[in-house]
């Protein structure tokens, strides 16, 4: 498991500070320990990594740029997410031939929370496959669920914003995070159970 | 006793905890007299429990070394425009 700058030792605070007075080494400090998150929300929202470069570049040059209206109220790393959010998001509705659906249409029908498939998994079913298998099994579900929902699985589930800062990076309500973010999960769990479900043990999918 | 419709809308404050004490338990309540729902709850938390830590966060060198590089460009056009000291040009 990689290390992160959760731990403790980086204060962001600081370099903060510092890189708004024009210090560069410190404004890169923040771009080495960002950069990589940015580039796995923006790919997981845009699907390409041509894409995701651009979104990681606008990024950090706009938040360079843009330092001194930064408050400090939210985290560093909550506002440069929110740039990349709204950047990855103009990406997905200036390409002409993505046809899925708009991220702020309204998604409350209801189908989607239906559950089909029931059946134990395994205790450990991520030790069935490669860990390279495991990520291509985890990142295609992903990229099957529509943007609306995967947008507010990426944010939640893997980046760990809370809902708040969800709702907030995204400009939708909180009621509507926690919609779609069910609607997410149940929706990955269906994908997820035909790869982990427990051998022979279809007696449960009896629903 | 909760239905299996209000296990499903109450699943996710069960999951991440925020949801209080007395739904706490009635979800509790619920799976132990519902197979399905327990199937449901407990494979709905292994898959927010998968994805943790397990996609890689990688950032291909010349991706990373382009980024400073475009970085380090907007900071020498702005000391230009502000005519800081010590830009060489």
């Not at chain 1, 509705?93 to 659906?101: I, L, P, Y």
């Not at chain 1, 909180?174 to 973010?181: D, I, T």
């Not at chain 2, 991440?16 to 327990?38: K, M």
Request: proline share 4%; hydrophobic share 35%; charged share 30%.
């Amino acid at each position: 498991m990689p290390a992160t700058q959760e731990a403790g030792i980086f204060d962001e605070s600081a370099l903060v500070a510092k890189a708004r007075e024009g210090d560069l080494a410190a404004f890169n400090e923040l771009v080495n320990s960002y950069s990589r998150k940015i580039f796995r929300l923006a790919k997981h929202i845009t699907q390409n990594d041509e894409d995701a470069e651009d979104v990681l570049q606008e990024t950090f040059l706009k938040a360079f740029e843009h330092l001194g209206d930064f408050q400090g109220q939210s985290k560093f790393y909550t506002w440069i997410v929110r740039i990349a959010v709204n950047e990855s998001l103009m990406k997905l509705r200036k390409r002409k031939s993505d046809r899925s659906v708009p991220l702020d249409e309204p998604v409350d029908t209801g189908e989607d929370t239906v559950v089909r498939e029931i059946a134990v998994w395994d205790e450990n079913p991520e030790q069935q496959y490669s860990r390279e298998e495991l990520g291509q099994i985890l990142d295609e579900a992903v990229q099957g669920l529509r943007p609306a929902f995967r947008t507010v699985f990426v944010l939640r589930d893997i980046e760990e914003l809370s809902t708040e800062e969800t709702a907030e990076a995204l400009g939708i309500s909180v009621p509507a995070v926690k919609s779609r973010l069910l609607r997410a999960r149940l929706q990955l769990r269906e994908k997820l159970t035909r790869f982990f479900k427990r051998k022979g043990d279809d007696v449960f999918a009896y629903m | 006793m909760l239905t299996c419709k209000e296990f499903l809308q109450e699943l996710n404050d069960y999951l991440d905890e925020t949801g209080d004490i007395e739904l706490r338990r009635r979800i509790e309540s619920h799976i132990t007299q519902c197979p399905n729902c327990f199937v449901i709850l407990d494979t709905t938390k292994k898959t927010i429990q998968v994805y943790k830590g397990v996609l890689p966060q990688t950032l291909p060198p010349d991706v990373h070394s382009r980024l400073l590089k475009a970085v380090e460009r907007k900071s020498t056009e702005r000391k230009l425009r502000a005519g800081l000291p010590g830009v060489q040009h």
